[in-house]
């Protein structure tokens, strides 16, 4: 059981570069959420999708773009990448929105933007 | 002030001791309580989950909400060097369109 699969783990990019980082779940989770992760700054959530076909802002948004392209697949684009971005970015999914819903996190992906 | 706190230390024991973590937080709408715990380079695993104030146990850690305080906690008795990891809480309130909230996380060693 794969549960929350990204990729790439590892990327490098040049300040003004581009790139999607891709998500899936395979656990029929309508919930998807894109965090970062920064030493001393805990995880930060940037977008998330409650549900197919529906996206929101989260607390840091700026200077990313999301697709939900169906119930499994959640990206995270960086339409020109800054060093700001430097960070661990993790997906994660739950079956809904209660309170209770356990979340499901991927592995990561370590970005690296010079 | 940000909604929770937490110390990120980090936090060096022996093996055997009695660990605490501590979590505090200004939003009295919050009613689910959570602890994940994150190996290095890996993602976060959820360890404990609390709804509303009260204990629960699991093996040798304890989960504390004491919501008139707005303090959460987590206790690991007989601690492992396996038990050497970054514990984030996180918490919610119960209502459906609103995502977790985490706080910084406590970097916890363990020493055999």
């Known amino acids: 059981n794969a549960g929350v699969t990204q990729t790439p783990k590892f990327q490098v990019l040049k300040t003004g570069q581009s790139m999607t980082l891709q998500c899936a779940q395979d656990m029929n989770h309508n919930s998807m959420y894109w965090y970062r992760q920064d030493p001393g700054m805990g995880l930060r959530l940037i977008y998330y999708?409650?549900?197919?076909?529906?996206?929101d802002k989260g607390e840091v948004p700026n200077g990313y773009n999301v697709s939900r392209l169906n119930k499994r697949e959640f990206s995270l684009r960086l339409e020109s990448a800054a060093p700001s971005q430097t960070s661990v970015y993790f997906c994660?999914?739950?079956?809904?929105?209660?309170?209770?819903?356990?979340?499901?996190f991927g592995s990561g992906t370590q970005l690296s933007v010079l | 002030q940000k909604e929770v706190e937490q110390d990120p230390g980090p936090l060096s024991v022996p093996e055997g001791a009695i660990v605490s973590l501590n979590c505090t937080y200004s939003n009295s709408a919050f009613q689910y309580f959570m602890w994940y715990r994150q190996y290095s380079r890996k993602g976060p695993e959820l360890l404990m989950y609390?709804?509303?104030?009260g204990n629960k146990e699991d093996g040798r850690f304890t989960a504390q909400v004491d919501k008139s305080s707005k303090y959460i906690s987590l206790f690991i008795r007989d601690s492992q060097p396996s038990d050497s990891a970054t514990y984030l809480c996180a918490m919610t309130p119960n209502q459906a369109g609103t995502a977790l909230i985490f706080g910084k996380g406590t970097t916890l060693s363990v020493s055999s």
């Open positions: 609390t709804y509303s104030s």
């Open positions: 994660a999914s739950r079956r809904g929105q209660g309170g209770g819903e356990k979340l499901f």
């Open positions: 999708s409650a549900s197919e076909g529906t996206t």
